[in-house]
Structure formats: C-alpha cells, structure tokens
C-alpha cells in the first residue's frame, strides 16, 4: 500500500509539472462540464475577507499558513499554496487599489457591493502559481448588490512574464453568476478578459463600457446562458463580444453598441473592422435575446471565420456604418466564412451599406424567421447553394438582389417574400453565369423584382405586371390567406406562388393575424375589402442577373425543366 502511495504522488507529481512548464501551450484549456460550472455544485472550505478602505488599509481575514498575503494601501496581493476550495469575498470601495491572487486550484471571487479602481492595471487579476502564473484554473465570479470595477489608461505595474489584460482578467476560467449588478469601465484594455473561456449563467446585470479594448473577451471561448450583459464598446477596431473560438448563445439578455471605426491593425499587419459580436470558429444562437448595433465605419454585426448556426433565440443586428475604403473592409450584418444554417431562430438585420446576411458557404432555412434589409446590396448572400425548406425567410434590397446564390438555389418549402430592385438585379438570384440555376420546388413565394432568368420551376409561378407602392395585397393559397405590404420601391414583375393556384387583391384592409418582417407581412389575418389582380403564367425573367445562361437565356433550364437534380 505504501508503494502504491508514493506511485500516486509521483504520477501526480509529473501531472503538475507538466501543466506548469507547459503552460503557454494552453493545456489547461478544457472542455466545458456544465456540472462544474454550477457553483453550487462545489463545496468551499474556507471563505477569506477583503475589505477595501477608502483613505486607509485594506483589510484581510480568514487565512492560514497556506496563505501569503501582501496589502500595500488598498492594493492586495495574495498566494494561496493550500489545496481548499476558497471564497473570497470582496467588499469596500478605493480609488486606488486591487485585488490580485495567485492559485492553482478552483475558486470563488464574491463582489459584495464592491467599488475598485486601479490606476495602474487591472482590478481584478486571477493568476495561476506564482511559479507558472498562466497557467489558471476555474473562478466563479459570483456578483450581489451593487458593484462597480475600473482600470487606469496605463498598465505600469505588470510584472515580466505575467499577463494582464482588463479591468478584469484570468488566465483561467470565469464563470458569472449571483444576482446583482456589476458596472466595468475600461480605459486601459478589454473590460473583462480571459486567457481560458467565459461563461455568464445565472441572472446577474453586468454593463461593460471600454474605450480602449474589447468589451468582453474568451480566448478559447465564450458562453452566454443567463443573465443580462450589456456591452459599449468605441475604440477602433474592437469588438464587443470576441472569442478566437466559439461563442455560444443559449439564454440570457444581451445587448451591444459599438461605435469604433476599422483601422490598420500593425500587430496583424492588415486592416481590421470593428464587430458586435467576432468568433473565430462558429458562433451559435439558440436561446436567449441578442440586439447589437454597430455605426462604426467598415464595422459588422456578427463576424464569423467559421459557420454559423441559428436554431433558437432572438438576434437582431443593426449597422448604420460606411464601408472602410482602406483595406476595403465592408459594413456587413451578419458574415460568416463557413455555411450557414437556420432552423429556429428569429433573426432581424438593417444594414445600411453592404450585404445584410452574408455566408462564404452554404446557406440553409428549415425553420424560424429570417429578415434582412440592405440598403446598398444583397440582402442575402450565398457563395455557394442557397437552400429553403422552411420558415419564414425575407430578404429585401433597395439597390441589389433579396435572394442571392453564386451556387444553386433551391425554394422547396417555407413562406418567402423576397425583394430585389430593377433590372438587371431580381428578387430571387441564381448564378446562372457559371451554370447554377434557381429551382421553385414548394413554398409560399412573393417576389417583388422577379425570378432569376432560366428558373426551373415545377411549382407554377404567376405575375401581376404591375404593382402599387405602399399597398397591402392579400395572398390567398387553397386555405391559407398572406397579406404583405409592397415596398416603396422594388423592381417589376411581382411574381407569386404557391401549391395551388393562388389569388392575389390589391388595396385590402388587414387586421389581426401574426406579423413578421418589420411588419410587412401578415398570417392567420382577417382580410377585407380590394381589388382582385390579374395573374398570368410566368417562367422567369429575360434578363435578370446580368449575363448569359448556358442554353442562351429564357425560361428553360439546361436539362429540360423540372424539379431539383438527384440528391437536393
């Protein structure tokens, strides 16, 4: 048995010591447990007090030997070398002080109605053993009453080797809970920072207003499942939420204003815009309410290197900014590098200057409600297929396509009302220069602008020639009855479409019913009064999009007609 002990210790020995000298390949980073980021779910064997004091000491209670504690004013700085789960709890208010703390083992960091300013650095800074300080574990950050946090424009007293990044900063985990609410200011760097991942549960209030850095940043990455966090964020080419992996949205109230313009980034050596929200592998909504809004020149909503994944939630995005003609970084709503995919969430974007919804992939509509306006492009862009089988799905341009795919286009199901300006831009677009092709397969269509030349369309498609600006029309398709509103402004025909004949009214009287789209379309309305409007068969536009089809334009598509190729 003893052999087996000193076995153990050695292998746990060896553990250690590789955590440690390997610290800056980041080995500590883990995969979130959700057991192990509730905190009640972890037994704490001693709480340790700090109370700051205007005008005089902090003072320290509740510590042992394990403990190495060094207050200098309201500056506190304590090494714990014991292996107990510790609270330490926070309380009093200084201009001038911090709370620092060096531990390689789980912990909780308890603001009691707490008011830090640090001058020189971070108010807040969680490192890991002093021997190896980037390497950090866990700390619930647990938030009661009223607390306010701030750092200074200047970060002087950083010691060589250690990092310190906000006004709160950990080199390891932070999980927010409590139920109170927490103000950061940041002058100096990011408002709150961490070198692991972040994650705020629970129903604390917490406002993040940086001039300097990012609002809040998880290096691996970033989880928002309760809670209300609001995020400010002016500094060029900052971002209010930014995670080099994913950020995950699941519950919670989230809303942030960036006002920062893009910029040359020397580190990066290339130009950088600002962002609402920026993942570096996927970001994911599928819960809780999200609202950003970005003015900044060349700044987007949501930027993603990865996919995007919509499946629940609210998210709405606004970005009122110009394009940024140096390094020609573009005013987008939501951009994404990989495919796209919605299935439940309800997703709203205004974009003033640029694509709406952009993917460099795939885009995919199964369910929820999607709703994008540009002013100045695409309102949704696909590089590669654009494909419908749900939901509800609008796209409106004043000066561009509602619907757009550089691949193929499929509209199999789901309620579309789709917008797109005059001649050679249409409603709804397939890339038909490089052989792609728009397929009308199901679905209720309203296409304000057309269909793209060459469509296959084995459900018929209908036109009215004309159409009035500002006026209600009602949709009627079998049993089902839409009514939308026609833009103020929008190319022609204005074409329709649905599993049965449809029948379409002008100048109608709507009331009740389920509005989607800013308002624009209705259903489950009660409808009264109009004129009825002559519909003729139609099979597509002779010179949407810009160019020549393979089989030298028309309404027929390369194979004959029909339906979808094998396999879509």
């Not at 995950?248 to 962002?275: C, H, L, M, P, R």
């Not at 920026?278 to 809780?288: K, L």
């Not at 795919?405 to 677009?429: K, L, R, T």
Request: hydrophobic share 30%; proline share 3%; glycine share 16%.
């Amino acid at each position: 048995m003893e052999i087996k002990n000193v076995l153990c210790k050695l292998v746990l020995t060896v553990a250690l010591f590789s955590m440690i000298s390997c610290a800056k390949d980041k080995i500590t980073r883990i995969t979130p447990d959700d057991s192990e980021d509730y905190i009640e779910n972890t037994a704490f064997d001693r709480t340790v007090y700090v109370d700051f004091s205007e005008g005089g000491s902090a003072a320290v209670g509740g510590t042992n030997s394990d403990f190495t504690v060094s207050v200098s004013g309201n500056g506190v700085t304590i090494v714990y070398a014991g292996g107990e789960n510790v609270k330490y709890e926070l309380s009093g208010s200084t201009a001038n002080g911090f709370f620092k703390l060096y531990s390689y083992h789980k912990q909780a960091v308890v603001l009691n109605g707490v008011d830090i300013t640090n001058p020189n650095g971070a108010a807040i800074n969680i490192q890991g053993p002093q021997s190896a300080p980037s390497v950090g574990r866990r700390t619930f950050l647990v938030v009661n009453g009223t607390n306010t946090l701030k750092d200074g424009t200047a970060y002087s007293s950083t010691p060589d080797g250690e990092d310190e990044k906000g006004v709160i900063f950990s080199e390891g985990q932070i999980i927010f809970s409590g139920a109170g609410t927490l103000n950061v200011t940041a002058v100096g760097k990011a408002g709150i920072n961490s070198d692991s991942y972040l994650r705020f549960m629970d129903s604390p209030e917490i406002t993040v207003t940086s001039s300097a850095g990012h609002g809040v940043r998880g290096d691996d990455y970033l989880i928002i499942s309760g809670g209300t966090l609001n995020v400010e964020v002016s500094a060029a080419m900052k971002k209010g939420i930014k995670s080099d992996g994913y950020v995950s949205i699941t519950g919670g109230t989230t809303n942030i204003n960036v006002t920062g313009s893009a910029g040359y980034d020397s580190e990066a050596q290339d130009y950088s815009g600002s962002a609402g929200v920026r993942a570096g592998t996927y970001f994911s909504i599928s819960g809780g309410t999200v609202e950003i809004a970005n003015s900044g020149a060349g700044g987007k909503g949501v930027s993603c290197d990865g996919e995007g994944r919509f499946n629940g939630g609210t998210l709405k995005v606004t970005t009122t900014g110009s394009n940024y003609t140096s390094g020609d970084v573009s005013a987008k709503g939501i951009k994404c590098d990989g495919d796209m995919t919605f299935s439940g969430a309800n997703v709203s974007v205004n974009c003033k200057a640029h694509e709406g919804i952009e993917s460099k992939g795939n885009i995919t509509i199964t369910g929820g409600v999607v709703y994008s306006y540009s002013a100045a492009n695409d309102a949704i862009n696909s590089a590669g297929d654009f494909t419908i089988s749900g939901g509800y799905v609008c796209g409106h341009a004043t000066s561009n396509d509602g619907l757009d795919a550089n691949g193929d286009c499929y509209i199999n199901g789901g309620v579309v009302y789709a917008i797109g300006s005059n001649s050679p831009e249409v409603a709804i677009d397939a890339n038909t220069e490089e052989n792609h092709t728009l397929y009308v397969n199901g679905g209720v269509i309203i296409a304000i602008g057309g269909l793209e030349r060459g469509a296959s369309l084995s459900q018929a498609c209908y036109s009215a020639s004309s159409w009035s600006s500002g006026t209600w029309y009602s949709l009627t398709v079998g049993s089902s009855v839409y009514a939308f509103k026609a833009p103020s402004s929008g190319g022609t025909p204005l074409v329709v479409s649905g599993s049965s004949t449809p029948a379409l009214a002008s100048g109608v009287t709507v009331s009740d019913g389920t509005y989607y789209f800013d308002n624009t379309l209705v259903t489950g309305a009660s409808v009264s009064g109009g004129t009825a409007v002559s519909l003729s068969s139609y099979s597509g536009e002779s010179g949407g999009g810009g160019g020549t089809p393979p089989n030298g334009g028309g309404g027929t598509p390369p194979n004959g007609g029909g339906g979808a190729p094998p396999g879509h």
